[in-house]
């Protein structure tokens, strides 16, 4: 039955896992620290204590992520769009929905609709 084609279609995709690490200070992980540290502690020895200090600070901004950039850093961000910008790629899916079923909504996690895709009849 329909009914049960639609059921089929209809999943939620589980959270990412793998990339899950807890956050210390400042929304900022173990290793981002410890990378903000190397570099405050390089810049001191090369530069002078205050120097260097705002320098490991600056990096550890450079380091944060930012939900408003997609969970990214700036730096991380940045390197994307400039990536995109110059080298922008195009993804290629087929589309394939069930013979019995007329379209597929895709749908955020709160359940907002993103697109429809409608099957298309073909006339002969």
Known sequence: SAGNMDDEL???VPPDIL???PRLIFGLSATEVMIGAMIGMTGMLLLGPLVGLFVGLVALIF????????????VVWGALM???????????????????ADRLVVQDWDGRTLYTVRKETQHT
């Open 82 to 100: 400039l990536w995109y910008r110059y080298r922008p790629g195009h993804t290629i899916i087929p589309r394939t929905l069930p013979p019995t």
């Open 10 to 12: 209809n999943y939620r």
């Open 63 to 74: 380091l944060r992520r930012f939900d408003g950039l997609g969970g990214r850093s700036v």
């Open 19 to 21: 990339h899950y690490e």
